[in-house]
């Protein structure tokens, strides 16, 4: 780690360097690509010259302490002690942080993302968890002051989800819902269930981050654009303009659907930014075959007995089955509360890419 470190401060001096070069300055592209990366080096190399300073701090005291039997009295040493436990214990909080911060890092994690929900198993109460976990993620969102724009959704009579994609664009959106991806399953009494009995229910998400259109092939010819009238709830107006959008990319058998704005060129603008999101996906997941099938191990198959959480009303009770967190305080949790959850998985995230790396 000591070495990555130390690699990564004298990359950040040459960088400093050639920030200054009137060359460089002049090529405004050139210039971005260098400060992009001095800003992304700069926090771990601060974190590393403080772990640096601490660690000689440590050895200072160290050294008193050790070379000083009779000249130190004994109120000063026992203040010298306190003050090394401190240094200690401050050193180990370094060496996890710059853990963190050395940890291979996802390209994807800046980017906004597109989040796709649909029921699986369990009919309706199946729709009606879709719909909760939406509100759930919006409420999500709306606290980090992340924007949240429907792309299109077809509800149930009765309130529920049968499909939903949305989009959240904000820092980091994609950094923390990633983990989002899966099966979530639900336990709890329908409102028409008579004999209170438990049902339980599932429904799938996947979160797919946001693609630029250079790092996708795709060939404009290869897409049929079909354009209708928009169904469902919004007033007169869709129900007088043709303004949905429909995308199918021939090749991979792709359907977008868009009918969430009123502009035809706006819905039009999404449905490409959604297809583009998937083909990206599948172009990422043939070039390593570890991710190789990514959206379907996203979603799995959406049987009860696939899950990533479990959420049940009777007990009060999330369970995230990834990191064995239990927490018993669903209606925060359900509420957008979901920051405790994904921390955790981030922690054991990054713990296993450090062991990965270790072992490499």
Known sequence: ?????????????????????????????????????????????????????????????LGILGGSSGAVDREFREML????????????????????????????????????????????EAALFAAVLFRMYTRYAEGRGWKVETVDVNETELGGIKEIVFSVDGKGAYSRLKYESGVHRVQRVPSTESSGRIHTSTATVAVLPEAEEASVDLDPADVDIDIYRSSGAGGQHINKTDSAIRLTHRPTGIVVTCQDQRSQLKNKEKAFKVLYARLYELESAAKDKALSQERRSQVGTGDRSERIRTYNYPQNRVTDHRVELTLYKLEAVLGGDLDEIIDALITDDQARKLANADEN
């Open 81 to 124: 002690k306190s003050e090394l436990d401190g240094k200690i214990s401050e050193i180990a909080c370094l060496e996890n942080e710059l853990r963190a911060l050395i940890a291979p890092k996802d390209p994807n994690d800046s980017k906004n993302v597109f989040v796709e929900i649909r029921p699986a198993a369990g009919g309706e």
């Open 1 to 61: 780690m000591l070495e990555k470190l130390a690699a990564a401060e004298n990359r950040y001096e040459e960088l400093n360097i050639r920030l200054a070069d009137p060359e460089l300055i002049a090529d405004r592209d050139a210039y971005a690509a260098v400060l992009q990366e001095h800003s992304e080096l700069a926090g771990i190399v601060d974190a590393y010259r403080k772990y640096k300073n601490t660690v000689s701090e440590r050895d200072e005291i």
